[in-house]
């Protein structure tokens, strides 16, 4: 069975202090991972998808990693407003049409 | 572009009642799949729809089916709610590209209480 650990559950910064979050995937063949951000009562906000090991993407101050087992989402320098839910999926090759597996989530708070 | 639409954003129904949830994906989209997010079981996959077939189905009950139209709309509904089905109901939408995995953008959700 497909299984996407987060950790940590809960991270509390203060502004500027640089962070990673970490995403561990268990799968039979991955095709994408995904990294979502949700605020409390909307719906998960797209931020990258990563493809295959050694790849990296970046946006503003959140930067995406991807290793064989293990994505990273490095912050630099976050700001109040980066404080949200933390969402990591995955999709698998076969069967898997439209179906993203998705960890628990990290509830980052950012204090100014 | 509009993004995805879901309506309505809150409903609150009673125990036995049946309810149907509607989202519109973003245009050109034809993938649709729906979500149920819960603080406990966190976001756990319904099914998914494409050219308004059901190419993939979550570990759910049969009280929850959907559809698809040929627009790209798509419902779903359940059936004898029970207290347990209260959530966020989330919808999401993708282009369906065959080689990479596509990429799903979420629609705002509708909070579902069942009283």
């Known amino acids: 069975e497909d299984q996407v650990t987060q950790s940590p559950e809960a991270l509390r910064l203060q502004e500027g202090e640089s962070s990673s979050l970490n995403c561990s995937y268990t799968?039979?063949?991955?095709?994408?991972l995904f990294w979502y951000r949700q605020d409390p009562g909307k719906g998960p906000e797209f931020l990258f998808t990563?493809?295959?090991a050694g790849e990296e993407k970046e946006k503003e101050r959140l930067k995406a990693t991807l290793t064989k087992k293990e994505s990273f989402l490095h912050i630099t320098a976050p700001k109040p407003e980066d404080s949200a839910t933390y969402l990591c999926?995955?999709?698998?090759?076969?069967?898997?049409?439209?179906?993203?597996?998705f960890g628990q989530g990290t509830i980052l708070t950012v204090h100014p | 572009k509009a993004g995805v639409t879901q309506t309505p954003r809150y409903l609150i129904k009673t125990r036995g009642q049946q309810v149907t949830l509607s989202c519109s994906p973003i245009?050109?989209?034809?993938?649709v799949s729906w979500y149920q997010q819960t603080p406990g079981q966190g976001l756990q996959f319904l099914f998914e729809?494409?050219?308004?077939?059901?190419?993939n189905k979550g570990n759910f009950p049969g009280r929850f089916s959907g559809r698809q139209f040929s627009n790209s709309r798509s419902e779903m509904n359940v059936s004898t709610l029970e207290l347990g089905d209260s959530a966020l109901y989330l919808c999401?939408?993708?282009?369906?590209?065959?080689?990479?995995?596509?990429?799903?953008?979420f629609g705002p959700g509708t909070r579902l209480t069942v009283l």
């Open positions: 245009s050109g989209h034809r993938s």
């Open positions: 999401a939408s993708s282009l369906v590209t065959g080689a990479w995995a596509d990429t799903q953008y």
């Open positions: 799968v039979s063949g991955l095709r994408g």
């Open positions: 990563l493809y295959s």
């Open positions: 729809y494409f050219s308004e077939t059901q190419r």
């Open positions: 999926a995955v999709q698998v090759y076969g069967t898997s049409y439209g179906k993203l597996t």
